[in-house]
């Protein structure tokens, strides 16, 4: 198992996207691999197990060594916080974080309620804007939250705006841009550095837009 790489990835576009790249970059991954429902996929061709995660869970995942490497939204490792390093920006799967809420309204002056699913990002945004809020968590339809009332402004992704403009809300304030992530768990780090350095080197041939193996 020394020489098994274990990476943790979301399903979904982050996944899709993620597995193009690394195609992209030479690895041989099955053609079955896309549809898969499996939670752990073996590919001993490439000496790489993969763990299908929620995306919240990626950095739990490597944090914790049960992966050594994950991608992860910058979305969730600024949420999470968790004992990782950052190795790379995948440039893939972008959006950004921003705060909505229904047209032409005022925040209340006291104690404006801000629902989302990043409550951490969203006390950090509002505190350095000098605004005290109460936050509340949701985990889905962050949407419903200023339509019901429960809510005066959300902070969610945004990737095309088509969801927030079907359920008649806009835009007030841009917090940070987001792409993915390769992650790496600290002791891994150490132990793999060869394999991982491997895995970086591909990789980053295929972002800066080179044929894996073309010289520098």
């Known amino acids: ?17 993620a597995a193009e790249m690394l195609r992209v970059a030479g690895f041989q991954l099955p053609p079955e691999f896309d549809d898969s429902r499996k939670l752990i996929i073996d ?22 060594g049960v992966a ?3 991608i992860a939204g ?10 990782v390093y950052e190795l790379l920006d995948l440039k893939i799967s972008a959006c950004y ?6 047209p032409n309204t005022k925040m209340n002056d ?7 699913k990043y409550p951490n990002v969203a006390a950090a945004y509002f505190r350095e804007q000098g605004e005290q809020v109460e936050i509340i968590k949701l985990n889905g339809s ?15 992704i945004v990737s095309t705006g088509r969801t927030l403009k ?9 917090i940070v841009n987001i792409t993915s992530r390769l992650i790496v768990n600290p002791v891994s780090y150490r132990m793999k550095d060869a394999r991982i350095s491997e895995v970086v080197d591909r990789l980053t041939e295929v972002i800066s837009g080179k044929k894996v193996g073309e010289p520098g």
Not at 1 to 17: N, Q, S, V, W
Not at 110 to 116: D, L
């Open 97 to 102: 974080l921003a705060v909505a809420g229904i």
């Open 43 to 64: 590919v001993p061709e490439e000496k790489f197990r993969f763990i299908l995660a929620k995306p919240m869970d990626v950095p739990t995942y490597v944090e914790h």
């Open 110 to 116: 006291v104690a404006p309620k801000i629902a989302t």
């Open 68 to 70: 050594d490497l994950g």
């Open 166 to 174: 079907e359920n008649g809300l806009v835009e007030y304030e841009d």
């Open 142 to 156: 962050i949407e419903l939250a200023p339509l019901i009332g429960l809510a005066d402004r959300i902070v969610d």
């Open 74 to 83: 910058k979305d969730v490792m600024l949420e999470e916080e968790r004992d």
């Open 1 to 17: 198992m020394k020489d098994i790489l274990t990476i943790a990835m979301p399903k979904g576009r982050i996944f899709t996207e």
